[in-house]
């Protein structure tokens, strides 16, 4: 199972775009899960929130986790933060696939805030994360080329460690 989780505060935006691309171009299929926490609401602050936990448990079981946030001050947004600390490993509710961090920014000079900031998290939180996080400037965000150098790269990574994700031997 693929699925998406965008870390945005405005539903349906350019970054949730971004990371769709991303899970398309490495899976070849739709995901399985979009998780745009924009669309949430105030349950994502309710720890006993039924479907907050719902969603909490379908990303965490899947194979592939194409994690997508908007760069905020040279991090990841609040929001996204705020979901992602209801994934614990020591309580069983880790991130156990294949993981991937997608920023989506204004300036260049945050390009290295998904690798920085992001892909550590997803590794405490107990994802596999095989590549470098992706940034692409926001005015690039709708143009495929912008992705082109980072997914010849990661795509054969990733590739090879979804059948192990799926069969749940560690990678």
Request: glycine share 10%.
């Amino acid at each position: 199972m693929t699925a998406v989780v965008c870390g945005n505060p405005r539903p349906g935006s350019r970054t949730l775009h971004a990371g769709l691309h991303v899970a398309r171009e490495l899976t070849g299929s739709e995901p399985d899960l979009v998780v745009d926490l924009a669309t949430v609401g105030p349950g994502v602050l309710d720890w006993s929130d039924p479907e907050v936990t719902r969603l909490v448990a379908r990303v965490a079981a899947a194979d592939l986790v194409v994690v997508a946030s908007p760069t905020y001050k040279a991090t990841y947004s609040g929001l996204l933060k705020v979901f992602l600390d209801r994934f614990a490993p020591q309580a069983g509710t880790g991130l156990g696939g294949v993981a991937v961090a997608v920023m989506v920014g204004a300036g260049t000079h945050h390009a290295l805030a998904a690798e920085l900031t992001l892909r550590p998290l997803l590794t405490e939180i107990g994802a596999t994360v095989p590549v470098p996080g992706l940034f692409v400037h926001e005015q690039e965000h709708d143009d495929p080329a912008a992705y082109d150098d980072w997914l010849a790269a990661a795509r054969p990574v990733v590739t090879r460690l979804l059948p192990l994700a799926s069969s749940g031997v560690p990678a």
